[in-house]
């Protein structure tokens, strides 16, 4: 075997091994409820009712009304799990992240195969395993990761197609077949995605022939059946006219004036910034340092940097056009940007002006982050158990890193910061969120659990139904639970025989024979400097953390459980 051969093998070996270290670092975090969007009730409950029910075509909100929103394909996914491994937030989460880690993987190939550099792939690869949304879609039972690696598929796909050179082979399948799973996993960005490619081809000097070569007589039929497939199942099933709801979700709520449009523009304009800056700025300090290097990052990756810009620009455009502004929408337009990005800094390293300012840059960031979660670890040590090993393990990636970089080159020291930032994103910032936002969903799971109270009527008050959706999952499904949210409609108390609140017990209950019992901590108000210094310093820090907590209560009706 050659040199480069070698090589290649072996960073092959390193992103099937990056890819596996991302999917074993979030399994802890996927069994707490700590992490939790408020979107995966939509998800879990329609898919717990599904299973239950043995409507596996039919989501549905929890008091059986249809839930048509989103396509078939997200709700299948966690049912699946669920029918496979059973009702919990294990099962809830888990496709979820391995889609994430698919994700890692097939963004190392795609650079691969669109840029030919193995090093700059297993860096891109690296980059996006560190990316904020990456991290965050990956720990929810929300499509969005299936969103973000089926879009990647279909970009990689048409950016070949676009392009002039003979590595096409595939193409065809990639963009059309990538594109429909994106329709049926969440919906309209999949035909964005077409409209997109068909206006790059449009606008190209080569117009008829690209076109043509969008025009695949197998996969293009193919991949729009798949989109269709994930609304057309609703249709077929229900009727057209129950798709009302899914139009208005995916196109409904725009904003209303010219100056509202600019504002959302220019506020998801600057999210891509905020998620990639620290590969933005090492990019723009290695070529102000040596302008030559961007002839050579143009040269090479100049077309699909021009298409990864463009596609991040239709996002930007389309959601500008919502009320609201929500980084993750933007998620699926990172894996290309990190592709350009990750090649653009290799080119850079590769340079001995440019590398070495690199390297002067990224060594005290490590340094940093090892020393951070040395007093992570010493602090921590007071606390809980965890935080000590967190800091340990945060230095040791640090220092890893800094050990591995001595010894190679610019680009060792970049790739070594990316792994960094991934295992702090984990292990560190998990670590820390768990011990200071504790949650009351066990302990209140297993106090519904309990034999005395099985085929109880339980209805949930106070915070928001969020709770109620955890609990289902919490308690695999056997207990129903009402969410009424505080300042709604309350509930009927004679028509419940258990209430799970974050509230004092209501006069009107404890009149019906309703008896309160404490159970579970939830999180209060975020934590300010102050109180964490507080808590670091008070004799009993656990004790400290446990009376800033907000209490939950269980209160039970006596008559029904022989109290």
Not at 138 to 152: G, M
Not at 164 to 181: I, K, M, N, Y
Not at 264 to 279: C, D, G, K, M, N
Not at 445 to 463: F, I, M, N, T
Request: net charge positive; proline share 5%.
């Amino acid at each position: 075997m050659s040199g480069d051969d070698a090589g290649a093998a072996s960073r092959r070996r390193a992103a099937i091994g990056l890819a596996i270290g991302f999917f074993v670092l979030q399994i802890p975090i996927l069994s707490d409820f700590t992490p939790y969007h408020g979107d995966e009730r939509f998800y879990t409950d329609a898919a717990i009712g599904m299973v239950q029910s043995g409507d596996w075509l039919t989501p549905r909100y929890p008091d059986g009304s249809l839930r048509f929103e989103k396509p078939l394909l997200g709700y299948l996914v966690l049912a699946g799990s669920y029918a496979t491994l059973g009702i919990d937030l294990l099962a809830s989460r888990l496709p979820f992240l391995m889609a994430g880690s698919l994700l890692v993987w097939v963004t190392w190939w795609a650079s691969l195969r669109l840029l030919h550099d193995g090093e700059a792939a297993l860096l891109a690869a690296a980059i996006v395993a560190a990316t904020p949304d990456t991290l965050a879609l990956a720990q929810r039972s929300t499509p969005d990761a299936l969103l973000c690696l089926f879009l990647l598929l279909g970009l990689t796909g048409f950016a070949l197609l676009l392009r002039d050179d003979e590595g096409r082979r595939g193409a065809g399948a990639l963009a059309w077949l990538g594109t429909g799973l994106a329709a049926a996993a969440k919906g309209g960005l999949g035909p964005v995605l077409v409209a997109y490619a068909v206006a790059c081809a449009a606008l190209s000097r080569e117009r008829s022939r690209r076109l043509r070569r969008l025009l695949h007589p197998v996969w293009l039929p193919l991949g729009l059946l798949l989109g269709v497939a994930g609304f057309g199942v609703y249709a077929l099933g229900h009727g057209a006219a129950e798709l009302q709801r899914s139009v208005s979700d995916q196109v409904g709520g725009r904003v209303r004036t010219l100056g509202d449009l600019t504002r959302t523009f220019a506020a998801y304009a600057v999210i891509p910034f905020e998620h990639l800056s620290p590969w933005v700025a090492l990019v723009a300090l290695g070529a102000l340092r040596d302008r030559g290097s961007i002839a050579q990052i143009g040269e090479r990756a100049g077309w699909l940097a021009r298409f990864a810009a463009g596609w991040l620009l239709v996002l930007i455009t389309i959601f500008s056009a919502a009320d609201v502004v929500r980084g993750r929408y933007l998620a699926p337009a990172y894996p290309l940007l990190v592709i350009v990005l990750a090649f653009a800094l290799i080119t850079i390293s590769r340079r001995a002006v440019a590398g070495a300012l690199l390297r002067r840059v990224c060594v005290p960031v490590l340094w940093l982050a090892a020393i951070g979660g040395i007093v992570l670890a010493a602090g921590g040590a007071r606390i809980d158990p965890s935080l000590l090993v967190a800091g340990l393990v945060c230095a040791a990636a640090a220092g890893g890193s800094l050990v591995a970089g001595r010894a190679g080159t610019a680009s060792h020291v970049i790739l070594g910061l990316a792994i960094t930032l991934l295992v702090v994103q984990t292990v560190g910032v998990q670590a820390v969120r768990t011990v200071f936002s504790p949650t009351p969903v066990e302990a209140i799971a297993a106090r519904l659990l309990d034999p005395a109270l099985a085929g109880a009527r339980v209805a949930q008050v106070g915070e928001s139904a969020h709770l109620a959706s955890k609990l289902r999952v919490a308690t695999g499904g056997r207990v129903r639970i009402d969410g009424f949210a505080r300042g709604g409609v309350g509930p009927d108390w004679n028509a419940y025989d258990v209430i799970v609140s974050d509230l004092p017990l209501p006069d009107a209950a404890a009149a019906l024979g309703f008896r309160s019992e404490a159970c579970g901590a939830g999180a209060a108000d975020e934590w300010t400097p102050g109180e964490v210094r507080a808590i670091l310093g008070a004799a009993d820090p656990r004790a400290a953390i446990a009376r800033r907590a907000q209490p939950y209560s269980v209160a039970i009706r006596a008559r029904e459980t022989g109290g």
